[in-house]
């Protein structure tokens, strides 16, 4: 009678096990779809086994719990990859919408920023013209309009570069609520995981982590760090603690030198973020990288033709017969009072594109003539007019054209590596994303045939149970005449 | 093979470095065996008494530098993926257990169910 009655234990646990198994599949089956979600398998374990008179006898074997198939290796480098590819993709963005800026417009009828570069030719071609009929007004009037266009397209520019970067810098500072909140939640969870399931994987609640680690990571490069009693520490790359178990310290910003700065315990960590990774890496260094290099070109260009030009302008003789203040070529100082300028002066290379103007109203300023010539003279307008051929110390030993060009090559360069690497970064996740999705996602024919094998085992229980309980019937009947017997 | 926008007698450097931060992200081997039989041929074009080559080259090489930036930090991606892939290679195949839970799941399929 013990013999039997342990098989009914043995099958009743049997079944009970088989019924937890096809619960787990129900569940998997149930979240297939579900965001973030882990397929989990039933953990069997072995009950001890009965030993009678020196005979060891099985007693079965339980399901202890439902453990998620995950590998926190694989996730890990998921999230830093992840990391790099939005830190990529959100610089891409910017660096496009610059060099949108200096792409010329073809449809459009005004001139902008994409213009810069016939804006120069312009110029120089104004100064020929000039120096075939100095005393022409409607030639003197072109030099000054194409300097008008020239600045104007210049100034215009820097100021977009200047509203691109106060965007960025937005888009920047909104992230630190996101930051904020994710790291709050983690350390939430954090301390959930670690009272209920200090020992074994989570289930539920780890998803719930990942997911919190993965939109984390999507904003910034961060480090992670497991703990004790499945608890996780969180820093930033460059090690600035964020989540310690269930504590989170909070990220705060404030602005410095007229941009927003970063501050994580009081300590300004703008830079670190900056190469860090994730979106808030890229909105930096498109910010704090990409167009101040942009700006201090566009500066240097500036700087280099207004004071060229005025420095020639300075040093001649215009139409009404006043000569300006500047020494010519042969050192000769003219004897006027007030500086014959075209563009407002620049007094350092910072901020020159936008403040680049026109100064000169009156066309007859423009000085076509040299000191000591008469007003049709066009040895002033002449060398005007070779600046389009000649190399600028302010403008690294270029002419102005070629330096202009450069700066648009090396843009172009800039953003095609900066393509490049997006590309790849973003191959990388979706290599690791597939295999991540193949190891934990759940799969329906996996599922399927886990469901069949569990109802086959669980009918095959019910069949030995239904072959005890005849047996149990016949032991208690012996003796007795019955149809059993 | 693919042509590569050249300048003169060589492939373009800048463009075989970019390509070859996009094969390799794609862990296309075939593009990448192409893209180092290029590398042979600039290798090859730097044969001595070629002083125009070499000159365009080291040219070439300068204009490069930002994608070669770029193929390193891909490289470096790339490599850690790998060794990612490899170990969980290593897990399918039982050949590497580490935490309990973690080696069980491989061979969850074969485990017995508890009707014994």
């Known amino acids: 009678m013990g013999t039997i009655n342990s098989a009914f234990s043995l099958m009743s646990q049997a079944l009970d096990a088989d019924q937890s198994a096809l619960n787990i599949v129900a569940n998997n089956v149930a979240n297939a779809s579900t965001p973030g979600y882990t397929e989990e398998t039933a953990s069997w374990q072995e009950n001890q086994p009965l030993e009678i008179g020196g005979s060891s006898y099985g007693t079965g074997a339980t399901v202890t719990g439902a453990t998620s198939v995950r590998d926190k290796v694989l996730t890990e480098r998921l999230d830093q990859q992840q990391q790099l590819a939005s830190a990529s993709s959100a610089r891409l963005t910017a660096l496009n919408s610059i060099q949108a800026l200096f792409t010329p417009d073809t449809g459009s009828t005004s001139s902008t920023a994409g213009d810069i570069g016939s804006d120069i030719t312009s110029l120089f071609s104004s100064f020929s013209s000039l120096e075939t009929n100095p005393s022409n007004n409607s030639d003197r009037q072109a030099v000054l309009s194409a300097a008008k266009t020239l600045a104007g397209d210049i100034s215009g520019a820097a100021d977009s570069l200047n509203s691109q970067r106060s965007a960025l810098d937005q888009e920047a500072s909104g992230v630190t609520s996101q930051v904020n909140s994710l790291t709050s939640s983690i350390a939430q969870l954090n301390l959930q995981i670690q009272s209920t399931s200090p020992d074994a994987d989570a289930g539920t609640l780890e998803d719930q982590r990942q997911q919190d680690i993965s939109q984390l990571s999507q904003l910034i490069g961060i480090n992670q760090v497991t703990t004790e009693n499945n608890g996780l520490e969180i820093t930033t790359t460059t090690g600035q603690l964020l989540v310690s178990n269930g504590t989170s310290t909070q990220m705060t910003t404030g602005t410095v030198n007229g941009v927003t700065d970063f501050f994580l315990g009081g300590t300004d960590i703008t830079s670190q973020l900056a190469s860090g990774g994730g979106e808030l890496g890229g909105y930096l260094t498109a910010r704090d990288q990409d167009i101040p290099n942009v700006l201090q070109s566009l500066d240097q260009l500036a700087y280099g033709v207004s004071t060229e030009v005025n420095s020639l302008n300075n040093a001649g003789t215009d139409y009404d017969g006043v000569e300006g203040t500047g020494t010519n070529s042969a050192g000769v100082t003219g004897t006027g009072t007030t500086p014959l300028y075209i563009f407002n002066e620049p007094t350092e290379v910072a901020g020159s594109a936008a403040a680049m103007s026109v100064a000169m109203t009156d066309p007859n300023q423009i000085a076509a003539a040299g000191f000591g010539q008469g007003t049709g003279d066009n040895s002033n307008a002449t060398a005007m007019a070779s600046l389009a051929s000649s190399t600028s110390v302010s403008l690294n030993g270029q002419t102005a054209i070629n330096y202009y060009s450069n700066f648009v090559s090396t843009l172009g360069s800039t953003v095609s590596q900066a393509q490049t690497e997006n590309t790849a970064q973003t191959a990388s996740v979706t290599q690791l994303q597939t295999q991540n999705d193949a190891l934990s996602s759940v799969n329906l024919n996996d599922e399927a045939s886990a469901m069949t094998t569990m109802e086959r085992s669980y009918q095959a229980a019910s069949q030995v149970f239904a072959m005890l309980n005849t047996i149990m019937a016949s032991a208690l009947n012996l003796g007795e005449q019955s149809t059993v017997s | ?116």
């Open chain 2, 1 to 116: 093979m693919e042509e590569l926008g050249g300048r003169g007698v060589h492939p373009a450097l800048k463009e075989l470095v970019a390509e070859a931060s996009q094969a390799l992200a794609r862990l296309d081997a075939d593009r990448l065996e192409e893209l180092a039989l290029s590398c042979q041929i600039l290798n090859r074009d730097l044969a001595p008494g070629e002083a125009g080559n070499r000159a365009e080259l080291a040219c070439q090489a300068r204009e490069a530098t930002g994608d070669m930036a770029v193929f390193a930090r891909v490289l470096e991606a790339t490599r850690a993926n790998l060794n990612v892939m490899s170990r969980l290679r290593e897990l399918r195949a039982g050949r590497l257990e580490y935490g309990g839970s973690q080696g069980r799941m491989w061979t969850r399929m074969e485990n017995g169910h508890g009707d014994n």
